[in-house]
């Protein structure tokens, strides 16, 4: 600009990718500040998961005990721990599930390239919770179930 125009006064130069950083600065910002308090939510309520289904295997620790004294298979006590929590299981994600369709419709603005009822999003962490949350309990020693009398 110089060459073509010395009188020509020139302030607040910058890159175009400069330009496009700072005018999506405040979004991205703002898509940290979400994912933050999302991984902490995630993590938080994977502990509340984890120390219910805990309690409830613990506090039947003696019943499993007997049925395994009386001949029953580990897997069939997998099989009923896990059929008598479905129901727990079950009610908390359908209110979780109910409450992140009603919260969608308020971040919905801050998107982007994602459905804001996005099934595949919701099975997977639906999913995910009941699979690996429920079963970790259960087996806590590498994935068999190791019950002993306490």
């Known amino acids: 600009m110089h060459e073509l125009n010395r009188d020509l006064p020139l302030y607040d130069v910058s890159t175009m990718e400069e330009r496009i950083r700072d005018a999506s600065s405040r979004a991205r910002f703002s898509a940290a500040v979400l994912a933050a308090f999302a991984a902490i939510a995630l993590l938080l309520s994977g502990i509340g998961i ?14 499993i005990g007997i049925r395994m004294a009386l001949g029953a ?21 359908a209110i979780g599930l109910a409450g992140a369709l009603v919260l969608t419709r308020v971040l919905e603005s801050l998107l982007y390239q994602v459905k804001p009822n996005d099934p595949q999003t919701y099975v997977a962490v639906s999913a995910y919770w009941r699979c690996w949350l429920c079963w970790r309990p259960i087996c806590p020693r590498g994935g068999r179930a190791q019950w002993t009398l306490p």
């Not at 298979?73 to 994600?93: H, P």
Request: proline share 0%; charged share 30%; glycine share 8%.
């Open 50 to 63: 984890y120390g219910v289904m805990s309690y409830v295997v613990r506090q039947r620790t003696r019943e």
């Open 73 to 93: 298979r580990a897997e069939d006590v997998r099989k009923m721990i896990l059929s008598r929590t479905a129901g727990l299981v079950a009610a908390g994600t």
